[in-house]
């Protein structure tokens, strides 16, 4: 995570503009995509505990984006508390190439 946390308005934008990109991904998912990007958070409870969203559902994101396309690449993951860790897969590469307005 930055050591500064991400103006809520630039997020959003951020999100609204990969979505822009991509119309199949939802706010969640393009919300992982932008958060590993500008290293934001680079697990699911860190994303999980910054928006509030339970931990289930990003797993659920997560998991999904890994399987569409390779969005996203799985780390690692915690047996035990389930928190996955991920970063930009290949196929992320094309939403993030051109600058974002």
Known sequence: MSAAAPDADDFLAAVGQVQERDPCLTALEAGLLVAAHADIARDSRTF??????????????????AQREGLLHIEKRDGRTMRTHFTLGEAAAHLFAENMR
């Open 48 to 65: 999980s505990r910054l928006l509030d969203i339970e931990h289930a559902l990003v797993l659920r994101a997560v998991n999904g984006l």
